[in-house]
Nanobody, 124 residues
Framework: EVQLQASGGGLVQAGGSLRLSCAASGFTFADYAIGWFRQAPGKARDWVSCISDGSIRQLDSVKGRFSISADNTKNTVSLQLNSLKPEDTGVYYC???????????????????WGQGTLVTVSS
């Protein structure tokens, strides 16, 4: 059974940092793309970043502030959030799909498996 467990959210002041983790189980980690999405209050869920076979893609507004990394030995993908802004507030979800070591996708429809989300709140 494929499972994704997101953790690491919390309350932080603007300019602060958090490290989110997505622990995956039930599939061959290296063959899958892992993506991070976020949903701000009252808004649709948006793609933030993804990683597949070492290839990384990021939303322009988070480049230079967020970084994604994968530890294949631990089946974990981390999203380091630095220089946080109030507009980064939302529930962050990790998701996965079999990518066959191709470039990861930005669109939700590609992602078959989802974690439960972890809340990030950035105060001004």
């Amino acid at each position: 059974e494929v499972q994704l467990q997101a953790s690491g959210g919390g309350l932080v002041q603007a300019g602060g940092s958090l490290r989110l983790s997505c622990a995956a189980s039930g599939f061959t980690f290296a063959d899958y793309a892992i993506g991070w999405f976020r949903q701000a209050p009252g808004k649709a869920r948006d793609w933030v970043s993804c990683i597949s076979d070492g290839s990384i893609r990021q939303l322009d507004s988070v480049k230079g502030r967020f970084s994604i990394s994968a530890d294949n030995t631990k089946n974990t993908v981390s999203l380091q959030l630095n220089s946080l802004k109030p507009e980064d507030t939302g529930v962050y979800y990790c998701a996965a799909y079999w990518a066959g070591r191709t470039e990861c996708a930005k669109r939700e429809r590609f992602y078959d498996y989802w974690g439960q989300g972890t809340l990030v709140t950035v105060s001004s």
